[in-house]
C-alpha cells in the first residue's frame, strides 16, 4: 500500500511540473491599412490553440468606454466623430483602468522574479509613412525612430531578447501623401506558471478590485 501511495504522489508531482512548465506562446499583431486597423491575439500549444481578431480597435475601445451604463456594446460605429464622445467619462474611466492595470503588473514582477522573462521570439516592425511633403516625411521618420529606440530599450528590460529574431524599420514614401501603413508583430513565448502566479496576484488584491470595477461600472 506504501508503494502505491508512493507511486501516485510522484505521479501527481509529475503533472504539477509538468503543468507549471507548459510551454506557451503568444503571438500579436496590429496592421492599419488605408485607414483600417486590425489586431490579432492567439495564443498557442498543441492542446489549446485560441486566439482574438478585432478591427478598429481604438474605434471599439473608445466606443465601450463612452457608454453609461457600461456594457457591450452590440456594435460600435465604423467611424466615430470627437464630437459624439463624451471624453470626460472615458478619461475618468481610463484612469481607472490604469489603476487595475498596476494590480496585474504587480503579477508580472512576481511571475517574472519566480520564474524567469518570458523570451521575445519574434519582433518585427514595420512602418510606411508620409505626410504633406518631403521634409515633414523626413522628420517624422526620425521621430519615429527615435520611438522605436525607446520601445526596443522597454521591451529589452520586460523580455529575454538574447535570440530575438526580426526587424526594426520605418520607410519613408516621398513619393506619396498622407500615407500610413504599420505592420506590427511579435511572439512571446512563456510557461503556464507565469499566468498562475499573476492571476494569484490579482485575486490578492480582489476587493480593491472589484470596488475599481464597480466604479469603473457607474462612471
Known amino acids: 500500500m506504501g508503494y502505491i501511495a508512493l507511486g501516485v504522489f510522484f505521479l501527481l508531482l509529475l503533472v504539477v511540473v509538468v503543468v507549471i512548465y507548459l510551454p506557451l506562446s503568444l ?6 491599412k488605408e485607414n483600417r486597423i486590425e489586431f490579432s491575439a492567439r495564443i498557442k ?3 489549446l490553440p485560441g486566439g482574438i481578431e478585432v478591427v478598429n480597435p481604438v474605434t471599439k475601445m473608445i466606443w465601450g468606454l463612452s457608454r453609461k451604463p457600461f456594457r457591450k456594446p452590440e456594435k460600435s460605429p465604423e467611424d466615430l466623430a470627437a464630437k459624439d ?3 470626460g467619462r472615458v478619461l475618468r474611466r481610463i484612469l481607472l483602468a490604469a489603476k487595475l492595470n498596476s494590480y496585474i503588473m504587480q503579477g508580472f514582477t512576481r511571475a517574472f522574479a519566480v520564474i524567469g522573462r518570458p523570451k521575445l521570439a ?25 520611438v522605436m529606440g525607446v520601445m526596443h530599450a522597454r521591451l529589452a ?35 503556464l506558471s507565469h499566468i498562475i502566479i499573476i492571476v494569484y496576484r490579482i485575486l490578492r488584491n480582489i476587493g480593491e478590485i472589484k470596488e475599481t470595477l464597480r466604479r469603473f461600472k457607474n462612471e
Not at 160 to 186: A, Q, S, W
Request: aromatic share 14%; proline share 3%.
Open 27 to 32: 503571438s500579436l499583431r496590429l496592421t492599419r
Open 122 to 146: 519574434t519582433l518585427k516592425l514595420a512602418t510606411e509613412i508620409a505626410l504633406q511633403d518631403v521634409a515633414e516625411t523626413a522628420v517624422s521618420t526620425g521621430l519615429l525612430w527615435s
Open 45 to 47: 500549444n498543441r492542446f
Open 157 to 191: 528590460t520586460t523580455f529575454d531578447m538574447h535570440d530575438t529574431e526580426g526587424k526594426i524599420e520605418v520607410i519613408p514614401r516621398f513619393e506619396k501623401t498622407n500615407y500610413l501603413h504599420v505592420d506590427y508583430y511579435c511572439i512571446i513565448e512563456f510557461y
Open 85 to 87: 464622445v463624451p471624453w
